[in-house]
Structure formats: C-alpha cells, structure tokens
C-alpha cells in the first residue's frame, strides 16, 4: 500500500473508474505526464474498503477530464477535477498505486 499525497497528480488525465462490487474496491486509470517531453505514462489507483463512491459530471468549470488536486478528509478522497465536478469516495486512507 502507498499513500497518494506525495504523488503529483495535477493535471493528470482520469481516463476510467472500475468499481470491484464484491472486493469494495474503485479502481481509477490515469494517465500522468513525465517529464519532458511529457510522455504521459499509464497508472492506477486503488482506493479499497470502499462504502460509498459519488461520480457527479456536470462540468460546471467546463468539460475537462483532468484532475486539479485530491485530498483525504472525514474518512474518504476528495478529488477535485478541473471541470469543477468533484468525485467523492468514501474509504480507507490507504491506496495502492500501480
């Protein structure tokens, strides 16, 4: 298991959510730029112990499927995209990073 808050993870894409129903997992594909020339290199997260896993897509900053910051708060991620939707996921605070 990692923990997600040294990862720079502004401006990554969010390319797919994969919910595991029966092991309470969200598995969450992203893409993350490195370096120059900013070749974007495929990674995963999972968030596990997962009760409770809110997806709002309204775009109210505009369309966008990269992300503007995660944080953890009251036992669950907070990841803020840069459409102005944020993804809420109620888990433990331990991820694993792939």
């Not at 968030?47 to 992300?67: A, C, H, M, N, Y």
Request: charged share 25%; aromatic share 8%; glycine share 6%.
């Amino acid at each position: 298991m990692n923990n997600i808050k040294g990862m720079a993870l502004h401006d990554c894409t969010l390319k797919d959510i994969k919910v595991n129903w029966k092991e309470k997992s969200a598995i969450f594909t992203i893409n993350m730029l490195y370096k120059k020339p900013q070749l974007p290199i495929k990674k995963t997260i999972e968030f596990i112990e997962v009760t409770q896993i809110l997806i709002p897509r309204k775009d109210s900053w505009g369309s966008s499927g990269s992300i503007y910051e995660i944080k953890y708060q009251n036992n669950g991620y907070l990841i803020q995209m840069q459409s102005g939707d944020v993804i809420e996921i109620s888990c433990n605070e331990n991820v694993s990073i792939k």
